[in-house]
Nanobody
């Protein structure tokens, strides 16, 4: 139904910023609730942020609150994750997720996944 491709990851020093992008292709991107998850080696995939299809509701995991901002531009079929004040513990592969049912805050709530983009924060 939809394909997701993340970009914008890379290596950044602690305290720096990155903006991740998730470009969607396929049918009716605006119909999907969107989210961001991350997974570090040896850890489970964890929720970072989510946004409803209308962008009226946003949700953040505790580590992301006050530092990360999720947004979407339906005209560009893209969802963003602005990450500021990055910390070494933010190092992970970041995944974009799409759901027809709910803003995805658990991995099982996502219907589609991107391939991920690596974020590495040096200390």
């Amino acid at each position: 139904q939809v394909q997701l491709v993340e970009s914008g990851g890379g290596l950044v020093q602690a305290g720096g910023s990155l903006r991740l992008s998730c470009a969607a292709s396929g049918r009716t991107f605006s119909s999907y609730h969107m989210g961001w998850f991350r997974q570090a080696p040896g850890n489970e995939r964890e929720f970072v942020a989510a946004i409803s299809w209308s962008a009226f509701r946003t949700y953040y995991a505790d580590p992301a609150k006050g530092r990360f901002t999720i947004s979407r531009d339906n005209a560009k079929n893209t969802v963003y994750l602005q990450m500021n004040s990055l910390k070494p513990e933010d190092t992970a592969v970041y995944y974009c997720a799409a759901s027809l049912n709910t803003p995805p805050k658990k991995p099982i709530e996502a219907n589609y996944w991107g391939q991920g983009t690596q974020v590495t924060v040096s200390s």
